[in-house]
């Protein structure tokens, strides 16, 4: 029986899943699919910035003078989470404000979903490069032993070495995941401020049409 457990370990240790090296292969290749996205983001992010504040203050001039149409057209000339959120509304502002109300709710989701795409990728490299860093360790300390049980000569030159060139795939998967993680909770910070700004528009707007729909006679 011990012969056979022996055996079976020799085999499962032959198999490339437990050959260190690709462990580090595979952390850098993670971590030019994190750079690639961070730029990507970033890049997006930058192309779809809008100032709100400068954009809410026309718009309450064009909602002051009743000119619908010229506030769609204003806002049809940007393209920005806050923006496409009030334009997708103002459509459709023959409605009434409860429906516009309703379809910016239901932009600000899909846009939202949008404006997050590919952050899950950095969220999952995040929290899966340690361990990741780790699982390569574990493969290189046993390596180690297994040299040092083929090879006992010089026992703990052989144990010291093993053991430092295993810790790099620790060291290797913390860099990786660390860079990944910070991008993430950046980005994050930028869809829940563009959220903000969505909010502050559809507000300024909301209260607009519904103050001309309380009027008598309507708007």
């Known amino acids: 029986m011990h012969d056979n457990s022996e055996g079976l370990v020799q085999v499962l240790m032959g198999l490339p899943i ?9 952390l850098i290749g993670l971590s030019v699919l994190s750079v690639m996205v961070m730029v990507e983001r970033a890049v997006f992010y930058t192309r779809h910035r809008v100032d709100v504040e400068r954009v809410r203050a026309k718009l309450v001039d064009f909602l002051d003078d009743g000119d619908m149409a010229g506030a769609v057209q204003y806002l049809d000339g940007f393209d920005s989470l806050p923006t496409n ?6 459509r459709s502002s023959d409605l009434g404000p409860d429906s516009v109300e309703d379809l910016i709710a239901g932009k600000l989701i899909a846009e939202k979903t949008h404006y997050e795409n590919r952050l899950s990728i950095l969220a999952t490299i995040g929290s899966n490069a340690p361990f990741i860093g780790l699982f390569g360790t574990v493969l290189g300390i046993i390596k180690a032993f297994r040299d040092l049980s083929v090879d006992s000569s010089d026992a703990s030159a052989a144990v010291m070495s093993g053991v430092s060139e295993a810790l790099v795939a620790t060291a290797v998967g913390l860099v990786v995941a660390i860079p990944a993680v910070v991008a993430y909770n950046l980005f994050k910070s930028q869809v829940k401020h563009r959220m903000s700004d969505a909010q502050l528009l559809s507000r300024t707007v909301l209260a607009f049409l519904k103050g001309t729909d309380a009027l008598p006679g309507g708007a």
């Open 85 to 90: 959120a009030i334009l997708y509304g103002l």
């Open 18 to 26: 437990f050959q260190a090296e690709w462990v580090l292969f595979f």
